[in-house]
């Protein structure tokens, strides 16, 4: 059993930047594929962005591309979203995902709000 928990929600700024970090605990952590993604308000859950379990490869969503960085640090469990130059229309909860090749787990989200 895999858990998740996210952080580094809150409220900020048009242009403003936020870190959200993802702490996963059970399983081994350096073997999976983790994503964020987010849902807004009516709407369905979307993909931002996917990193494998090296590190060495990302793939974003064309609407955060060049805004949003992520990464991850194996040693600590943890994956991080950098969002930079944030605008209004990425409100949303944010949720962190885990594929590990058997199951797939999600963590409860974290709310990020950017005001204009």
């Known amino acids: 059993q895999v858990q998740l928990v996210e952080s580094g929600g809150g409220l900020v700024q048009a242009g403003g930047s936020l870190r959200l970090s993802c702490a996963a605990s059970?399983?081994?952590?350096?073997?999976?594929?983790m994503a964020w993604y987010r849902q807004a308000p009516g709407e369905e859950r979307k993909f931002v962005a996917q990193?494998?379990?090296?590190?060495?490869?990302?793939v974003y969503a064309d609407s955060v591309k060049g805004r949003f960085t992520i990464s991850r640090d194996n040693a600590k469990n943890t994956v991080y979203l950098q969002m930079n130059s944030l605008k209004p229309e990425d409100t949303a909860i944010y949720y962190c995902?885990?594929?590990?090749?058997?199951?797939?787990?999600w963590g409860q989200g974290t709310q990020v709000t950017v005001s204009s």
């Open positions: 990193i494998t379990w090296s590190g060495g490869s990302a």
């Open positions: 995902y885990a594929r590990t090749g058997q199951y797939d787990y």
């Open positions: 059970g399983g081994t952590f350096g073997t999976y594929t």
